[in-house]
């Protein structure tokens, strides 16, 4: 029996036992009318399928993000390693548990990404633009700096919200010059920096650091509308002129770009454009870069939902 093994060294046949993130929990219904567990187990060096079978026991989505203690065996279904368990429970605070082995964390250093975001905040020439970012950044910064960007999809690990607002603030910085003479580089800043502000809230966060589900106001309005809302609020609060309190809402709610991918509305300025081809650039390429490192070079991936296909790994990338 391996004991903790690295999930990323494990070879088909091995019997391990550890602690691990548990994700994606679901109990189903198997042909015959038996009842198993479905979910993945995952530490910072990759993730493996489970399936447990004949499961009786309680452990479900609402466990999703905690850290389980796991016994099984590897095995390999279709060409794909995945855990046969035949122990699963909750960690408890006796185990000891340590988080930074099993949640994955941002490739970056907080603290230099931090001072980053704010010499680019305190560059901003335009005052009311820069009160607003400054008194929303302050009020939210404990969170931002470790929450992540979404449950699934991209940046979905911890830090990966501030990971996902600094690329794209390096980005707005460089594209607001390319294109200064139609773009107001203090709006596309401002708006770049609180365009996600408002996950910290539409998200529930497990003991972890990870997001587990989505909170009521994240189910019913969003993070767009819940963002827009406290721009309103804080501008209101400063006293910042109306037009520029809705141009800075107009960039939250459609930053999306369009309805049917959750906009509320579309953009109609030349920074609302811009902001949103930059957020699909960093989303597309985060996803681009997480799938890339499970894949073997020469080979292409399975159907990727957020991209609507697949994908290919040259030969000479490894």
């Known amino acids: 029996m391996i004991q903790n093994p690295a999930l990323a060294d494990v070879h088909v046949g091995d019997e391990i036992e550890g602690y691990y993130l548990l994700s994606d929990a679901a109990v189903r219904t198997s042909t015959n009318g038996s009842r198993f567990l479905a979910a993945t187990i995952s530490d910072r060096s990759g993730s493996l399928d489970l399936k447990m079978w004949d499961y009786a026991g309680s452990i479900g ?20 390693k ?30 230099e990404a931090m001072r980053e975001i704010r010499n680019l905040m305190n560059s901003l020439q335009d005052e009311d633009y820069r009160r607003v970012a400054e008194a929303l950044f302050s009020r939210n910064e404990a969170q931002f700096r470790t929450v992540p960007a979404a449950k699934t ?3 979905g690990f911890r830090a990966g919200l501030l990971m996902h607002t600094v690329n ?18 203090d709006l596309l800043l401002a708006g770049t920096l609180l365009h996600d502000i408002a996950k910290i809230r539409e998200f529930l966060l497990s003991s972890l650091g990870m997001v587990k589900d989505y909170s009521v106001e994240g ?16 501008a209101a609060e400063l006293n910042i002129p109306q037009e520029k309190s809705v141009l800075l809402q107009h960039l939250v709610l459609s930053h999306h770009g369009e309805p049917e991918f959750g906009a509320a509305v579309r953009p109609m300025c030349a920074e609302a454009e811009l902001l949103h081809l930059i957020d699909m650039v960093d989303s597309r390429m985060e996803i681009y870069a997480e799938t890339l490192q499970t894949m073997p070079s020469g080979s292409f991936s399975d159907r990727i939902y957020a991209l609507e296909k697949k994908i290919y790994k040259p030969q000479d990338m490894d």
């Open 61 to 80: 989505t609402d466990e999703s993000g905690s850290a389980v203690r796991v016994r099984g065996t590897v095995s390999d279904y279709r060409g794909v």
């Open 82 to 111: 995945q855990l046969t368990a035949r122990y699963l429970r909750l960690a408890e605070e006796k185990d000891n548990v340590d988080p930074e082995q099993l949640v994955p964390i941002a490739p970056m250093d907080p603290g």
């Open 153 to 155: 999809v991209h940046h």
């Open 168 to 185: 794209m603030l390096r980005t707005a910085d460089y594209l607001a010059e390319l294109y200064c003479e139609v773009i107001n580089r």
């Open 219 to 234: 189910q019913l309005l969003g993070h767009l509308v819940m963002g827009a809302q406290e721009i309103a609020e804080v």
